[in-house]
Each structure stands twice: as structure tokens, then as C-alpha cells.
């Protein structure tokens, strides 16, 4: 159920551990259920966490193709995501 994996996503983010996040994520994909701009800012939060740029790019990047439009809460998360990044 979507509500679940969002749930376990953003926990799993919170606590900086976004290798079972994404993990968490391919397995939704993978039973036929898409992520939501909630789901993806919350990746990006933790990529915003952790300090990891990169795979805050692959998230948004994964968030453009499914056609997810980003909100306004999306741009201030890439904000911080460059920010932590020094750039």
C-alpha cells in the first residue's frame, strides 16, 4: 500500500538510511505502484541529510520522468540539497 511504503521511506530518510529507502522504492516500483511528490521529496530530504547531491539529482531527475510535477516544496528541498553541497 502506498501510505506504508511513504511512511517507511520517510523514516528511513530521517534516520539517514537511504540505501533502504531507495530500496524501499524500487520494490514499490517493482509491484506496479508509483511514487508520489510526497515520496520523492522525502528522498530528497534524506539526500538533503546526508549530504548526498548526487542522489538527490537521480531523484529529481526520476521524479521528472514519471511525470511527478515538483511544488514548491520540492525547489526549496534541491535549495537546500545545493546549499549543503557548497554550491
Known sequence: DLITF???IKGFCALGDLKKAFA????????GLQCDEIMYN???E????IGALRSGLVVFKDM???RVA?????????VKL???AGR
Open 24 to 31: 524501499l522504492a524500487k520494490e514499490l516500483k517493482s509491484r
Open 64 to 66: 521528472l520522468d514519471a
Open 42 to 44: 522525502s528522498l530528497l
Open 6 to 8: 511513504s511512511t517507511l
Open 46 to 49: 534524506g539526500c538533503v541529510h
Open 82 to 84: 545545493y546549499a549543503n
Open 70 to 78: 515538483p511544488s514548491n516544496v520540492t525547489f526549496s528541498i534541491l
